[in-house]
C-alpha cells in the first residue's frame, strides 16, 4: 500500500488470510529512476528469499495477472537472477482490460480487429499515432492525462465511443460512457478507458 495503507491486492485477500501467514511488505517506489528501481527489486527479492531459503512458500498477490505490466515480473527477475534455485510459479489473474469489457458487456475485440493496450506513462503523440491504425484502444491508468486524452479524442470524434471505468469489478466500481460532456474528470489511480476507433 501507500503511505502504510493497505493496497488493493492486501484488500483483496485479507479475509482468506488466516492468523499463521506472514504478511510481508515489501516497497516499490512510484518513481522511473532505473537506479532507485533496481535496488528496490533487489531489496525486496532478498526480503522473499528470506522465506525461500528456509524452505517456505511466499505468495505475491496483485491485482489482475502478475505477467501483464506487474511489478510481480522484476521481483521474479531480481529473485532468479540472485538465487537460480528459486522455484516460481504464477497463477494467471484477468487483466484489468478483460475485467472492463466485461462490465461493460462488451468484447475487447471480435474478428480482425486490432487491439492496442497503452501503459500509464504514455504520451499523447503516441495516442495520436495510434489512433490512425488501431480498431481498440485500451488506456491503462488514465488518471493522470484524462484531460489530454479527452481533447484527443474530441479532435477525432470519439468521445461518443469511449469508456472510462473506475475500480472495474470492485463495489466502489463506476462507469462512464459517451464522455462528450465530461472534460474534466477526476479519476482515481484504477480508472481505464477504452475507445472502439473502429465499430
Known sequence: GVRGKPGLAQQIVAQWLENHQVQLPLTFPY?????????????????????????????FVCEGDVSFYSTFTYLAQKLQQLHPQSLIQTVPGVSSPMATASVLGLPLTIRDQRLVVLPALYNVEELEKV???????????????????????????????????ERATLPEQVIYHNLCDRPNLALPYFSLLIVKVNQ
Do not use: P
Open 31 to 59: 518513481v522511473q529512476d532505473t537506479a532507485i528501481l533496481t535496488q528496490a527489486w533487489q531489496v525486496a527479492a532478498e526480503q522473499v528469499w528470506n522465506y525461500l531459503g528456509l524452505g517456505q512458500d511466499v505468495a
Open 131 to 165: 489512433l490512425d491504425w488501431a480498431d481498440v484502444v485500451v488506456l491503462l491508468k488514465v488518471s493522470s492525462v484524462y484531460q489530454q486524452v479527452w481533447q484527443v479524442l474530441h479532435r477525432h470524434q470519439l468521445l461518443e465511443n469511449a469508456y472510462v471505468v
